[in-house]
């Protein structure tokens, strides 16, 4: 019974098969169109899930990497500035050897006492530098400036850190304190370097020999201090330059990823298309050819 | 044995064959009909005696033909496969309707959806934590929450929608469901009646087939033909139609799910008998994928959207609620409403919205602008516990579970079509076959009329030209 051909069991099946063939054409018509192999989840779920997973990577790598920029920023800020403090430092350091020479007079040694107090004027704004409207050195205060017009510092302890890479994060700059010294209100000569530089100008204005060459041991320690931290800063710009290279890479690999798994081979797509362009131009034909078929054709 | 007698047998044969060019001819005329069985005309040779009695003798060859009747030529087997067929490719093709509409609510991967907003949502929490003072900047975080909120809202809007939608269509189904079987119960009548008086009931008959196709695409019903020539139709075991009698099926709109999705805030949908209130057992066909969407595919998915809600929530205010804004006063607070866990309700809570100030980006011991804890926030989402975890782990169980139900679609619609053309070979009408019964009727056809004009011939030879000897 089933070997019975009626026109309308035929014309059933061959609808479906060419519901198939339009359709396996259409799928790839629009893969082609938009560039893209999956258009829904669904396509293909287990790569859906890890083109996600890669995509979330990847803009987490870019938050990263603005991060990063910001870093860099504080970093490079920090690295002059604390240039131009040992700078400060060393030519504070010349004019307390000049002093030390003996060879000046009451007025020469005013002068040198005013280059000296000037010199603190002008660390004090360095000290006072901005980076992103945020005093350097001032860890995290509000505050808008690091230290007042007198010396103290109004900022607090805290460290500016940013997350620059999965797991790193780097500690962008120090505190005034850490840079400059600790404040002493009862013995300035160990205190910060303002209240070094503002006791040398007194001692030289005094011509107290012993503290000025205890001083200049001073000045040199406050120099050893800011070398420090300017070497350690210096240190993590080229760690952060390294990490930056490093996710670049990550980066470029995970969008390649991202293009492996959503885009289409184009030259492949094009192939396919043809061919199931053919296939189903030879079944529309081969249709025709046997619809048109009757025995009514035979019978005279 | 009369010389008239063949005249009558001849006549038979013309008679017959007419009769037979008739149902061809209906045949040809129905080729394209939706629904009808091809038909033949039953002939039977008359014999000229019944039993004959013992020893009698009786040299009769028959009287012709008669016509018993139009049979029509139906498969009862492959009726019974079809409308089981219908019955699973109606469900299957609902569900995958269903799927692919609660995946278009989610399109990923894309550049627009959510996994892309959770993204950009952890990026200003580091945008803002990098300049904890610019107040610019931690607006355009809340902007963000905000943006992410209401697509997470939007979507839960977009799922319950389907279900609402799922709902109305089901009310449609069942009251179609509902007229058919009356129209079946009609029908069963009016074949009845025409049975009894002996009428050609093949056109009602093909009706009533049309209509309980339709029965099991929409609901996966099963039959039994009744003697009287009567179909009774059954659902899941329990009587639809009985001869001229019909049940009906209602919607029942109320109480909490079946577990595990009791305690959202969703009626449980279901479909019960007319009669007797009790629910139907055994559903297949597109009311049972509808039933399946409204109270287990819809709720699910919605389920899982307010798990990455939820945990999008909890992170973030366990987070936030430790820290404190540019005021140091500002602790304690929650970026969302914490009242709003599910997919529909989250939303930005009032401690921030409108308050950019408030957002807490520094830590506990930290100063004003230490930004350390707007980068551990800004981390959560792509961490393996966070709201982008379980998001991810969403969309692939719904790209699963989606293409499963279009694979399964799929394959039913093939068995479908397979057993309809099955189906329409055996009861469809061959234009090839009918042209040659057509040829074959017409030759008979004439070969009658050819008796009957030798029969006349004999006639005229015996009555006109016999005993005429010598005149």
Known sequence: MINRVTSSSSSTLMLADLGDAQRALTDIQRQVASGKRMQRASDSPAEAVATLDHRG??????????N????????????????????????????????????????????????????????????????????????????????DAAGAYLGDGGAVTLPVNEGVSLQVTRTGPEVFGTYNATTPTSGDAFQ???????????????????????????????????????????????????????????????????????????ITLKTREASYQAALQVTARIIQQSLMDFLR | MSDFTTLQTALSGLLAHRRAMEVIGHN?????????????LSLKPVGSTGAPAVFARSNSVGEGVDVVGVTRLREEFLDIKMRIALGAGGSAGQVASVMNQIEGTVPEPSDTGIAQQLSEFSGA???????????????????????????????????????????????????????????????????????????????????????????GRTAGVTTRQQGDG????????????????????????????????????????????????YPVNQLSGEVAGKLVGIDTLVPQYLNDLDGVASRLVSTVNALHATGHGLAPADVNLNFFDPAGTTAATISVSTDVAGQPSRIALAGATGGALDGSLGHAIGGLVDSPTGAGAAYRSFIGRLGVDTQTAVRRSDIQTRITTQVDSDRKSATGVSLDEEMTSLVATQRAFEASSRVLTAVDQLLDQLINRTGMVGR
Request: charged share 20%; glycine share 8%.
């Open chain 1, 57 to 66: 990577h990847l803009r987490r790598a870019e938050q990263l990497d603005r």
């Open chain 1, 68 to 147: 990063s920029d910001s870093a860099t920023q504080w970093l490079e800020a920090s690295d002059r500035t604390n240039q131009t403090v040992i700078d400060q430092l060393n030519q504070a350091r010349s004019l307390v050897v000049q002093a030390q020479s003996g060879a000046n007079d009451a007025s020469s040694r005013t002068a040198i006492a005013n280059q000296l107090l000037a010199l603190r004027q002008s660390m004090l704004g360095t000290a006072n530098s901005t980076v992103m409207g945020r005093p350097l050195y001032g860890g995290t205060t509000a505050a808008t400036t690091a230290y």
């Open chain 1, 196 to 270: 070094l530089l503002s006791s040398l100008a007194a001692s030289v204005q005094a011509n107290d020999v012993s503290a000025i060459s205890a001083g200049l041991t001073q000045i040199d320690g406050a120099t050893t201090r800011v070398q420090g931290v300017q070497v350690e800063l210096g240190s993590r710009l080229s760690q952060l330059e390294q990490l930056r290279s490093a996710g670049a890479v990550h980066r470029d690999e995970l969008s390649a990823s991202i293009s492996q798994l959503e885009d289409v081979d184009v030259a492949e797509a094009a």
């Open chain 2, 28 to 40: 040809i005329a129905n080729a394209n009909t939706d629904g009808f069985t091809r038909r033949t």
């Open chain 2, 125 to 215: 929490w580091d945008d803002a934590a990098a300049n904890p003072g610019d107040v610019p900047i931690r607006t355009a975080l809340l902007e963000q929450g905000a943006t992410l909120a209401s697509t997470i809202n939007r979507t839960a809007a977009g799922l319950t929608d389907i279900r609402t939608q799922l709902v109305s269509q089901l009310s449609t189904d069942v009251d179609q469901l509902n007229a058919d079987a009356r129209s079946v119960a009609g029908l069963n009548t009016a074949i009845i009646a025409a049975t009894a008086s002996g009428s050609d009931a093949s056109d009602l008959q093909d009706q009533r087939d049309l209509i309980i196709d339709r029965m």
């Open chain 2, 230 to 277: 009567s179909v009774d139709v059954f659902l899941g075991g329990s009587t639809l139609v009985r001869g001229g009698n019909a049940d009906g099926l209602k919607v029942v709109i109320g109480g909490t799910l079946d577990p595990p999705y009791a305690g959202m805030p969703l009626q449980k949908v279901d479909v019960r008998w007319i009669s007797d209130g």
